[in-house]
């Protein structure tokens, strides 16, 4: 008998409890952003896919030595350079990146010696159609630069 | 006031006006409030503070098509959504919303308001058997015996309620808790019921309020992680939006309900606030209840059939008989 009502007792002073807690969130100021008006901005350690970084010249700072092509695990990378005449370094002349099967692992990231690849802060990636996950960051790069 | 074909009109529309208006607002209060517990901003796009949206809802729904499954019961189909609605808004026209604002005012006000009420319940039992579907089925089933076990208390605390007052006249109720706050039904010292166990019933009475109109934490019926979305779940188009009015409806049924029988109905809380009109009461402490109906279900979880159940047979029901047993021997004693 004293255990059923103790059981009643508490189990209401309980549900008082849940509707303080409510009660004061709702005064609170709301914590979400309306989306496509507003945007959040990305945390640090946000990893879109990879972009390539500049030099101050804006031309990427990639040495075409390839190694995030070999380390990347699912082959997503496909890159090529050339020497142009008189030149010392390779230049880059193409850098295909396949987000379809990048798995944002950072490999390529971590391998490349030269500061020439990044995370970028990108997240708004919907589409319907495939071919619009192959980026040629190349290309992203100079638009960045427009 | 006479009963002529003219006024019963004019009552019925403004019951069906007042119906309307509330559910739709009600919709938009409920999102509001639920997203600022949430901390979102909820619908604000349409209008100001989106206050265009339930119109904008009303005018999609009406323009989808209704369809009815193969197989269906189609008369009990389209019956069933009708239903949901209608007892509502009868129920509205002898709920005195002031001493002189009541369409009109029966001296079984009381008794007709459970009939009406219980009537609700067939509604999703109509729609859960002649939708064809085993999920609207379960709904309906779960529906039945949530109906029955919470009517019981509902009832039983009704009749203590009645007892204090010796009248099933909604008017007469009200009129004997007038005074100031401590002379209304909760409030067992000054009014006439010297009953210390009135918060007591308010509660039972609140709860079984919030499980007849299968409100969260007792929505049972539509339980949408178990059962798609239950009795409606084959609605569409205004079949699903005359349920969901029905469900507001019945919220104001239920609130008016409660701040007649325990909260004083049109009276001030303090006699010198008598000069303000006795609507304004009624509707500041109906839209308080209404408030507190919303903040509860965005505040617990469903319970499980269970746990309704029980808390109904174990609890609700043994608690109030007590009380009714307790508030006819004070009558006997004072
Ligand atoms: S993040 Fe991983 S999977 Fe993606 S391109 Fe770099 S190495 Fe390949
Ligand atoms: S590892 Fe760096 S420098 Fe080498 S090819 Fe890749 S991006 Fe260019």
């Known amino acids: ?146 | 006031m006479r009963l002529t074909l003219l006024n019963v009109i004019v009552a019925v529309v403004i019951a069906i006006g007042f119906a309307a208006l509330n559910a739709a607002y009600l919709v938009w209060a409920e999102r509001r409030g639920a997203a600022r517990i949430q901390r979102r901003p909820g619908p604000n796009i349409n209008g100001p503070f989106g206050l265009l949206q339930p119109p904008l809802d009303g005018i999609k729904l009406m323009a989808k098509q209704l369809t009815i499954p193969g197989g269906a019961d189609k008369v009990l189909f389209i019956a069933a959504p009708v239903l949901a609605m209608f007892p509502a808004i009868m129920s509205f026209v002898t709920i005195p919303f002031s001493e002189t604002i009541v369409a009109k005012n029966m001296n079984v006000g009381v008794l007709m308001i459970f009939a009406f009420a219980s009537m609700g319940g067939m509604s999703l039992v109509f729609a859960g058997w002649s939708s064809r579907n085993k999920y609207a089925m379960m709904s309906s089933v779960r529906a039945v015996s949530q109906a029955v076990a919470y009517e019981i208390p509902m009832l039983i605390t009704t009749i203590t309620v009645v007892m204090i007052s010796g009248s099933m006249d909604l008017m007469e109720i009200v009129r004997q808790q007038s005074g100031s706050i401590l002379h209304w039904n909760i409030f067992p010292l000054l009014g006439n019921s010297h009953n210390i166990l009135m918060p007591m019933s308010f509660l039972i009475f609140f709860t079984c309020t919030l499980a007849e109109t299968n409100r969260a934490p007792f929505d049972l019926g539509e339980a949408e992680s178990e059962l798609v979305a239950g009795f409606h779940t084959e609605y569409g188009s205004m079949g699903f939006g005359l349920f969901f009015m029905g469900e507001y409806a019945n919220i104001v049924i239920g609130s008016c309900m409660t701040t007649i029988l325990f909260l004083g109905g049109w009276n001030a809380p303090l006699p010198f606030l008598g000069f303000i009109p006795g609507v304004f009461w009624f509707l500041l402490k109906l839209y308080l209840l209404i408030a507190t109906f919303i903040w509860i279900r965005w505040t617990f979880p469903r319970t499980t059939i269970y746990g309704l159940l029980n808390l109904s047979w174990k609890i609700l029901i043994p608690l109030s008989l007590f009380n009714l047993l307790f508030t006819a021997g004070l009558i006997k004693v004072f």
């Open chain 1, 1 to 146: 008998m004293v255990t059923y009502f103790s059981e009643i007792y508490h189990g209401l002073i309980s549900l008082f409890i849940g509707m303080a807690i409510t009660f004061k969130e709702f005064f609170k100021p709301t914590v979400t952003v309306a989306y496509p008006y507003e945007t959040l901005t990305m945390c640090d350690r946000y990893r879109g896919h990879t972009e390539l970084i500049e030099n101050e010249e804006g031309k990427p700072n990639c040495v075409v030595c390839g190694l995030c092509e070999k380390a990347c695990p699912s082959g997503c990378i496909t890159l090529a350079g050339e020497k142009p005449e008189g030149e010392k370094k390779k230049v880059l002349t193409t850098y295909i990146l396949d987000f379809t099967r990048c798995s944002l692992c950072g490999s390529c990231v971590e391998s490349c010696n030269f500061n020439a690849l990044t995370f970028s802060k990108e997240y708004n990636l919907a589409s319907t159609r495939k071919e619009d996950f192959i980026f040629d960051l190349l290309k992203r790069l100079e638009e960045r630069n427009k």
